[in-house]
């Protein structure tokens, strides 16, 4: 079992950034690969990025990509996601999730675990 708590979301105006952090508790965090989800309202739940166990590759989706950027450190059990010129379409509850298998990492349902999810607001 994987807990999963996500902080660091908040309010911000077009063009700012912020820093999402996922603290995960449990088991040891290299066992998985990490990806984070976004689901803005009246929409389903959508990728946003994902980083491999030894966080050697990474991959996003097409509106983040230049923008985001996904990073971990498995000795702090953490995996972070640094967004930059955040856009009013940005806005969504923020997921962070655990993937024990081979697979996939774009689909939701390739992912074990989930965190409650943190709010970003971006406002124009």
């Known amino acids: 079992q994987v807990q999963l708590v996500e902080s660091g979301g908040g309010l911000v105006q077009a063009g700012g950034s912020l820093r999402l952090s996922c603290a995960a508790s449990?088991?040891?965090?290299?066992?998985?690969?990490m990806g984070w989800f976004r689901q803005a309202p009246g929409k389903e739940r959508e990728f946003v990025a994902w980083?491999?166990?030894?966080?050697?590759?990474?991959d996003y989706a097409e509106p983040v990509k230049g923008r985001f950027t996904i990073s971990r450190d498995n000795a702090k059990i953490s995996v972070y996601l640094q967004m930059n010129s955040l856009k009013p379409d940005d806005t969504a509850v923020y997921y962070c999730?655990?993937?024990?298998?081979?697979?996939?990492?774009?689909?939701?349902?390739?992912?074990?675990?989930w965190g409650q999810g943190t709010q970003v607001t971006v406002s124009s």
């Open positions: 449990g088991r040891t965090l290299s066992r998985y690969t």
């Open positions: 980083i491999s166990r030894s966080g050697g590759t990474t």
């Open positions: 999730a655990a993937s024990a298998r081979v697979g996939n990492y774009y689909s939701i349902q390739s992912y074990d675990y």
